[in-house]
Each structure stands twice: as structure tokens, then as C-alpha cells.
């Protein structure tokens, strides 16, 4: 990483990302451990602070620009990723953070997003998802579950939810990752990932409304129910979850399959790679899918990570590559263009 | 070449218009362009029009596939591409049905006889059993018909290429007559061709052969008797070039950047007819210009704002529809006071309406359209190359008065040509971008805070010491903290405004273009109905009426003088492209009893409309 060798210049601390400014979201909000857990990470990034900038869009969630003391530009709904666009295009040597929620990314900004991923700039998007429209007080979100009941729902929603980290896939992102408030380590090393990934990272974050949807997420991170619900994915390791470690999950030619590791050989246990994408388009499905009728555990961590050249990184390498084969047209010269003539 | 005594008749003419056209896929632009380049080169002044349908390719032969290129030239001044033609090409039956109308009485038809055999005939849904080269209906007319088909055909005989690219060539054998016809040499299509296909050469040998057998076919033949000159114009001395409209926008782009130091972004979504403006500039990537194709309009806009946050002369680019779904952040750029270029190249709405035909009724959009108080200043330009210095002009007020500025051309002058006496680069004004880097000793950071003209400081990220956030929500004066203070909201939509209205201090009061202040009458215009005003009214400023025709450049805000300026007129007459938009601003900014004269077919008004409507209300 080009910026490590920039830590010696200067120490931050993460006091010194919390501007002097009353943080207003509701109390008891996932918002703020989403905080907490960035400003404790930024001090260790090795970035200088004018160097980080944020861009959100509309929504409980954005209002996060205004709690950072960095450079940050609180924007119009759903178009952060469009600015942040901009703003990584023309100045490549900035740390790029953008912040949505679920109506904001995936409902009024869903085009902004699919593009985004797709061109991959070295931008980094953390989506705070709650399943709810809470700054306009409570309607269902295209993250919200079928059947839920709200104020623009009194019957109950007739629409299929987003899975972000498989929409996310769809689009071609080269990091996709799933943390929760309630977990403030797993974010932590989620947050530092996402930095290090050259490419759109998106991360997206479970987070509680208590007003809204209170509890939305608790059951992957209860002590009771956390264990059979949650899979916690590491590279390299093997995908095992339940009350004593003791389920394993394997694949059944295409369709994974959940197994007792103390009964069965587990020569077969899947070994995450967060390169693998195939593997990785099957593991974001572990959502509302079922494979075979079996209920799956929902999974947390780094699910893909691959990087392929960014779009920031392809325009200044095209830019210098042009530059280099045919020069700077001087401007004497685009004013005058190939066929001149003169009159005495 | 075989010698053959012709009885030729030279004729010198002042001015001639040429219209070129047929279907979609006979290459009339091109053609039309070819024809315009040579007569520029040879020092004629012009102005061009082309005429297309939008869809790329209509059903061959038919009505709705017909792509007009016209172009007026001559040894005078040439301010508009002509009213009517007194040459019109015609390659099939459906182009002569459909421009016919605009050929002046007693002009010269063209027409290459196999676009008008049955089949043709019909697609262009003739009555059965007429035909128009045939049945004299055309007597009024000069009609040469020629078989460019056959003539192509045996031209290439053994050349080795297959049908599909002999028939491509019969729009050279056109322009190779028309040469003729105006004594004009092939050199400049000669080398043209060359270059263009450079890596086919039997392809380039195979039009250059064409193009000489047109001209042959006017010089060795009876059929044309007549051989006109017109000389080249008393234009004022200096170096040329020609040059559309979206070509000068985007060099004035080009050339801001540059002045202003700065890396130029351009974040823009293709529509019709805008792109060009993209296109040209994508050409240029050495230049630290960078081009961003977004997804949608609203991600054009959306990624200019980004751009122009962190430094960049930021632009965007788009007609009528692709404005409406930008308007939203539009509202933003004014609230953060970001400075931001959009380019509106107007065409025919609402809606998709006429994509590929012109119309300027996107101007009370400029001024309003958007939520909120939200003033910026609007600037239309007036010809081709007067897209140069008012797109440079709308950079320098963005960059130095940290505004977005809408920049109003149309689909007229945008594809319309004229020659351009390009200015040399020493000769453009500076652009000052307002960059804060550091703090003076003991201030504290208020990005809000400003100058004398009401304008803020521009703070890039990556700025260090200066952090801080903006967004869209209203701000505290100064410090740009979000506030919801009534008192301070008024106060910041005053400042708002303000900023936006103290630039008419620094423009140019109005004056009349030509004719004499309080005249009888004042012909107001605004945008690319230029051309044909002056033609107008210097017309009958010749024939000896009091009239006189001042020209807007800039919309918002307007000339400090210009109501008092109007008011010294008898009437005051405003021909628009629209229903009456100008005329709504003037009448209610300077109580004035304006008469509007509106036009919205998608057309331009010619020099004739005009003059009529001045006589009109000059003998009520």
C-alpha cells in the first residue's frame, strides 16, 4: 500500500475526525457505532486527513457526512455514487467514501449504483442498511421483507426484497462484504479491507432503527440465536457455524448442503475464497433462499474480493497514453483546426 | 478527356443557395459538407443547415428518410443558410416531394433519374402514374435529369467493387458536377478522400475517379449550359477556418480550461443534438481533459458537481429532456455554490418531440425551472462561431463567480456552419479561479464567507487545515453550517441572488447590432434567430425604414440598460422560436408592450417571415 509509508508524517487520532458538532440521529441508532467503529479505524489508514472525503446522498444515514471532520459533501437523494464519480475521476489521489442507506442505493439511486460497480473506481461505498424510510417516518424500502407492514404497507408489502451483496455481484463489484453495528470488531476489520481494496468496495452494513424497525437484525448478533443464524466468513477457512461449531456446509455438485462435522468425514467442507466468484454469487444467496428446503445462516464478512483494473486508475493510464503517442495538441492549434485559409 | 466544343455560358452571382438531398443513406451531409469546406477555402462567406431525420436509417426511398444538407455562400455577407434554394439536388422522389416547396421559381432541380423510377415512385407515395420529371409539373423549373446511378455504374466498371460500394459513390458524382457547376476545384475533396480512406485505397481511388466523372459530365455535355462564379468575399482580413456550433463549444471549452489553468471534466449522457460536443472532446485526452460517459443525465450532472468540488472546470452537456432530469441538481450546484457549465443545445419538445429539428423554447426552463429560488446566470449564443465566445464567457462567470451557468445554443447553429476568424490564444481574457489554500493568520474557516461581489472562496479537498462539509441543506451565512433559522434562509436566498444579479456590472450594456437607437421599431432577439433578423433588418435599413435590431447574449441577468434602452424604441418586436418566452421576461421586467412574433415548427425563420411582420407593424 502506497499510503503506509505516509504514517510517519503525522498521527491521527479518532479524535480528530469528530468535528465540533451535536450528532442528531435518534438515540440508541446503529448510526452510531457505524461512526464509533470509522473513526477509530481512519487514524490507522495512513491517509492525511484532507485526503479523505465523503459523499452521501439523502437519508438518516447521510447525515454521517456532517459527523466526520474530513472533507465531505452532503448531496441529493440517491446520487452520491454519481458524485463520487466525479469527485475520484478528477482527483484520484483522494480517499473516497460514499454513504447510502437502502432507499437511497438501491431504490432512487439503484441505476447510480449498478454503474458504479461496474466501472469499479477506487471509491469506497458503505451502505447502512435498516429495511425502513426512516427520515420520512417509516414506509418499506426495497430492502424490506415481503409481507412487512408499514405506513405505506398497512397490509403488508407485496414486493420482493434487494439482496444488496447479490445485486451488488450481479453488477460486477470487486469487493463485497456484509458487517453489522452490533458488531463493532467484524466492522472494524471490514472498514480496513474495504480501504485496502483497489476497486468499488461495498460494504454493507446491518444496521438497527429502533424507532422505525426496531430489532430488524438482532438475531444475528443475540448470543442466542447468533450462532445457528450467522456465518462468519474468513479466507482460507471453512464454513462452519451452529451452537458448538458443529455445522459444516458443503456442495452437493451445484446446491450447498449443511452437514454435522462430528458425524460425517469433512473432507468436503467448502474453504471460503473470496476470489471465487462463483462460489461467492452462491454464498450472498444464503438470504431468503433455501437450497433443497434447508434454511441457511446469513453471512457476515468478506464474501468477494478481486481486483481488477479501476476506472480512475484506466482513464489516467489512457490519459498518458494518448499524451504519449500523439503529445498535447497545443490550443493555437484545436482553435484553428486542420483547414485554415486567410484573407489579405 | 475527349475535346468537345461546348457553348459555355458564365454567369457571376452574388449569392446561391444549394440545397443537397435525398435518402438517409446517399450521403447528403457529407456531400453538403464537402461542397461547404471547398467554397470556404476558396473565400466565399456561408452559412450552412443541415436538415436530417432522426431516425438513422428510415425505410429507403420513403418521405420520413430524407437528409437535407443546405448551404449558402456567396461574395457577400452571408448571415443565415437562405430562405430558398436556387439549386436543388434531389437523388430520389420522396427528397423532391419533400423540399420542393422551398425551391425559389425558376431555380435548378438535379435529379438523378433512378430515385424516380416506379418502385421510388411510390415509396414516395406519388399518385400512380405520375411522375414529376415527366408530367410537367416541374415547368416552372430548370430540370436536369441525370442518371447518376448508370453514370456511377459504368465509371467503376472493372474497378472490382461490388454494387453496394459503386452505389455509395453516386453522391461523388454529384458534387463532382456541382464543382462544376460553380467553378469550383476538386483538390480539397480530392485529398479529402485520400485521407479518409487511407487504408482502402482502391475505395479512395474509386470515389476520386467518380467525382472527376461529375465533373467531366458538366464540362463535356450539353446538358448544362451554364457555368456560375461567385467570387470570394470582402470578408475582414485574418485566418480562417469553418466551424459548426457544437464544434465551437466545444473548443470554447477547451480554450477556458486552459485559461483558466484548470483540468477540464465533462460528465454528459449522448442526446441529440448535444453529443457532438462529447465526441469532440473526447478526442482530446492528452489535454488534461477527462470525458465521463455516466449512465444517465442526472449522473452527467452528478459527476461535474464531484468534478467541480475538487477543482475541475466542470461541464455538462444535453438538450430539453436530459435538462428536465438535471434540474435537481442544478438545485444543488446553486446551493453549494459550485461553479458548473451546462450546456442546453435546445431542439424541438416537449417531450422527445422533434429530436433533430431546432427550437429555443427551453428558455423560461433556464430562468425557472427549477424547486426553490434558485438564480444562475443564462447566457444563449447567436451563430455557429459565436458559440465559441459564449461558452468561453459562461466558463469565466461559473469559475469566477462559483455559480453553475446554463449556456443556450439549439440544434440550428449547433450543426449549422459559418467560417470563423478563430481568435489567437493570447487574445483570450484570463479566467481567475478563486482558490483558498491557506488561512490567513489567526482567521477561522468560514466557507461561506465573501468577497465584494457576493462570491465565496473555492476550497478543494485535499486542501489541508481547511476541512469541512457542504451539502444541500440551507446554510448558516459564512460558516456554511446547516441552519434552520428562517431569518438566515431569506437572508442566503438574497445573498443567492444577489451574487447572481451583481454581474451585470461587469457585461457589456446593450447595444443595437444594427440600425439606430429609438428607431421606429426594435427587432429583440435572442439565440440563433441572429441570422435571419439582420439579414432582415439590414435589409430595410437599405430599403430606407427606421428600424434596428438588438441582439441578447445574455438572458440572466440582462444588460444593466437594456429597459431603458428598449423603451426609447416606437415597438418592440421579439420573434422567438418558442410561444412568446423572452417576450414574457421583457414585458414583465420592464413593463413594456412588447409584440412577439413566434415560429415552433421546428424550423428557422427565414429572412421573408421577417421582414413581412417589421412592415406589418410598421404600417398599423
Not at chain 2, 425558376?106 to 400512380?128: C, M
Not at chain 2, 457542504?470 to 434562509?489: F, M, R
Not at chain 2, 430595410?540 to 434596428?548: C, H, I, K, N, R
Request: glycine share 8%.
Amino acid at each position: 500500500m502506497e499510503t503506509l509509508t505516509q504514517t510517519n508524517d503525522f498521527k491521527l487520532s479518532p479524535k480528530d475526525f469528530a468535528p465540533d458538532m451535536d450528532v442528531k440521529w435518534c438515540p440508541g441508532c446503529g448510526d452510531y457505532s457505524i461512526l464509533k467503529q470509522v473513526q477509530t479505524v481512519f487514524p490507522e489508514l495512513g491517509v492525511p486527513k484532507e485526503n479523505f472525503v465523503f459523499i452521501s446522498g439523502i437519508g438518516c444515514s447521510s447525515r454521517f457526512t456532517y459527523y466526520m471532520d474530513t472533507y465531505g459533501m452532503h448531496s441529493i437523494h440517491g446520487r452520491a455514487a454519481a458524485i463520487a464519480s466525479g469527485v475520484k475521476a478528477a482527483n484520484p489521489d483522494l480517499s473516497v467514501w460514499i454513504i447510502s442507506g437502502d432507499g437511497d442505493a438501491l431504490s432512487i439511486g439503484g441505476n447510480h449504483f449498478i454503474h458504479l460497480m461496474r466501472k469499479n473506481f477506487d471509491v469506497n461505498y458503505l451502505l447502512f442498511n435498516n429495511q425502513i424510510y426512516s427520515l420520512t417516518k417509516g414506509q418499506y424500502s426495497p430492502t424490506s421483507e415481503k409481507g412487512k407492514i408499514t405506513k405505506t404497507s398497512p397490509y403488508g408489502s407485496i414486493e420482493e426484497p434487494f439482496n444488496p451483496a447479490e445485486l451488488a455481484l450481479g453488477a460486477k463489484a470487486s469487493f463485497v462484504a456484509r458487517t453489522q453495528d452490533r458488531d463493532p470488531k467484524q466492522m472494524q476489520t471490514v472498514l480496513k479491507r474495504a480501504h485496502q481494496h483497489k476497486g468499488t468496495s461495498f460494504v454493507e452494513v446491518y444496521q438497527n432503527c429502533p424507532v422505525f424497525n426496531d430489532g430488524a437484525f438482532f438475531a444475528f448478533s443475540d448470543k442466542e440465536t447468533k450462532k445457528e443464524e450467522a456465518l462468519f466468513l474468513e479466507h482460507g477457512k471453512p464454513l462452519i457455524f451452529g451452537e458448538h461449531n458443529q455445522k459444516g456446509i458443503r456442495l452437493n455438485g451445484l446446491v450447498p448442503e449443511i452437514f454435522d462435522v462430528n458425524d460425517e468425514c469433512h473432507n468436503d467442507l467448502w474453504v471460503h475464497d473470496e476470489k471465487d466468484k462463483t462460489k461467492a454469487n452462491l454464498i450472498a444467496r444464503f438470504f431468503d433462499t433455501t437450497f433443497a428446503g434447508v434454511h441457511f445462516p446469513r453471512p457476515f464478512g468478506v464474501i468477494y474480493a478481486d481486483e481488477r483494473p479501476t476506472y480512475d486508475e484506466s482513464l489516467t493510464d489512457l490519459s498518458k497514453k494518448v499524451a504519449y503517442r500523439a503529445g498535447k495538441t497545443p490550443l493555437g492549434k484545436i482553435l484553428s483546426g486542420d483547414k485554415t485559409w486567410t484573407i489579405l | 478527356m475527349e475535346a468537345v466544343e461546348k457553348k459555355l455560358q458564365v454567369k457571376q452571382v452574388d449569392k446561391v443557395v444549394v440545397r443537397f438531398t435525398g435518402d438517409s443513406g446517399d450521403g447528403m451531409q457529407l456531400t453538403g459538407m464537402q461542397f461547404t469546406d471547398t467554397a470556404a477555402l476558396l473565400g466565399n462567406d456561408l452559412s450552412t443547415f443541415p436538415d436530417y431525420p432522426s431516425e438513422i436509417r428510415a425505410p429507403q426511398g420513403t418521405v420520413a428518410g430524407v437528409s437535407g444538407f443546405q448551404v449558402h455562400f456567396g461574395s457577400t455577407e452571408i448571415y443565415t443558410p437562405g430562405d430558398q434554394y436556387d439549386v436543388l439536388v434531389a437523388m430520389n422522389a420522396a427528397a423532391l416531394k419533400v423540399d420542393l416547396p422551398r425551391l425559389k421559381r425558376g431555380g435548378i432541380i438535379i435529379a438523378n433519374t433512378q430515385g424516380f423510377d416506379a418502385k421510388n415512385l411510390l415509396l414516395a407515395k406519388y399518385p400512380e402514374g405520375a411522375n414529376p420529371l415527366e408530367n410537367g409539373s416541374l415547368d416552372n423549373y430548370i430540370v436536369h435529369k441525370v442518371d447518376v446511378t448508370r453514370l456511377t455504374k459504368e465509371c467503376l466498371v472493372g474497378s472490382g467493387l461490388g454494387t453496394k460500394e459503386i452505389d455509395r459513390s453516386k453522391n461523388m458524382f454529384v458534387l463532382g458536377l456541382l464543382f462544376w457547376m460553380f467553378d469550383k476545384q476538386l483538390a480539397y475533396t480530392v485529398n479529402f478522400i485520400r485521407e479518409k480512406f487511407a487504408k482502402k485505397p482502391e475505395i479512395a481511388d474509386a470515389n476520386i475517379k467518380v467525382l472527376q466523372a461529375g465533373w467531366n459530365y458538366g464540362e463535356n455535355t450539353e446538358i448544362f449550359p451554364t457555368q456560375f462564379k461567385v467570387a470570394p468575399a470582402k470578408l475582414p482580413p485574418g485566418t480562417y477556418r469553418n466551424i459548426t456550433g457544437n464544434q465551437a463549444t466545444a473548443i470554447g471549452l477547451v480554450a477556458a480550461a486552459e485559461k483558466a489553468a484548470l483540468p477540464l471534466f465533462i460528465g454528459s449522457y449522448p442526446i441529440t443534438p448535444a453529443t457532438d460536443i462529447l465526441q469532440e472532446l473526447s478526442k482530446y485526452k492528452a489535454n488534461d481533459i477527462k470525458t465521463f460517459q455516466a449512465e444517465d443525465e442526472i449522473a452527467g450532472i452528478c459527476s461535474a458537481i464531484g468534478a467541480s468540488y475538487v477543482g475541475d472546470l466542470a461541464v455538462t452537456t444535453t438538450s430539453g429532456p436530459g435538462m428536465s432530469l438535471k434540474t435537481e441538481a442544478l438545485g444543488l450546484a446553486t446551493m453549494l455554490e459550485l461553479p458548473l457549465v451546462v450546456v442546453n443545445v435546445q431542439r424541438g419538445g416537449p417531450s422527445t418531440g422533434l429530436p433533430t429539428k431546432t427550437e429555443q423554447a427551453d428558455l423560461l426552463q433556464a430562468m425557472y425551472g427549477r424547486h426553490g429560488e434558485a438564480p444562475l446566470p443564462v447566457l444563449a449564443a447567436h451563430s455557429p462561431s459565436d458559440c465559441f465566445d459564449t461558452i468561453f464567457e459562461a466558463c469565466k462567470l461559473a469559475v469566477e463567480h462559483m455559480t453553475p451557468v446554463i449556456f443556450l445554443s439549439d440544434g440550428y447553429i449547433a450543426n449549422g456552419s459559418e467560417p470563423w476568424r478563430f481568435p489567437a490564444v493570447e487574445d483570450l481574457a484570463d479566467i481567475t479561479p478563486r482558490f483558498l489554500e491557506k488561512l490567513p493568520e489567526g482567521e477561522k474557516l468560514l466557507p461561506y464567507k465573501r468577497d465584494e461581489l457576493f462570491v465565496r472562496s473555492w476550497i478543494k479537498p485535499g486542501t489541508s487545515g481547511l476541512e469541512h462539509r457542504i451539502g444541500g441543506l440551507e446554510k448558516q451565512a459564512d460558516t456554511g453550517n446547516v441552519s434552520y433559522d428562517p431569518l438566515n434562509h431569506e437572508k442566503m436566498v438574497r445573498l443567492r441572488a444577489t451574487k447572481v444579479k451583481k454581474i451585470e456590472d461587469l457585461i457589456p450594456l446593450a447595444l443595437p447590432d444594427s440600425g439606430r437607437e429609438g428607431a421606429r421599431l426594435v427587432v429583440l432577439g435572442w439565440g440563433s434567430t441572429y441570422g435571419a433578423i439582420k439579414t432582415a433588418v439590414k435589409e430595410l435599413l437599405q430599403e430606407g425604414f427606421d428600424v434596428a435590431h438588438v441582439h441578447l447574449r445574455h438572458i440572466n441577468p440582462f444588460p444593466k440598460n437594456l429597459g431603458e434602452l428598449l423603451h426609447n424604441f416606437n415597438h418592440v418586436l421579439i420573434p422567438e422560436m418558442n410561444s412568446g418566452q423572452l417576450l414574457q421576461l421583457i414585458r414583465a421586467k420592464f413593463l413594456l408592450p412588447a409584440t412577439g412574433y413566434s415560429k415552433v415548427q421546428g424550423l428557422p425563420f427565414t429572412t421573408i417571415e421577417l421582414k413581412e411582420k417589421i412592415l406589418e407593424l410598421l404600417n398599423a
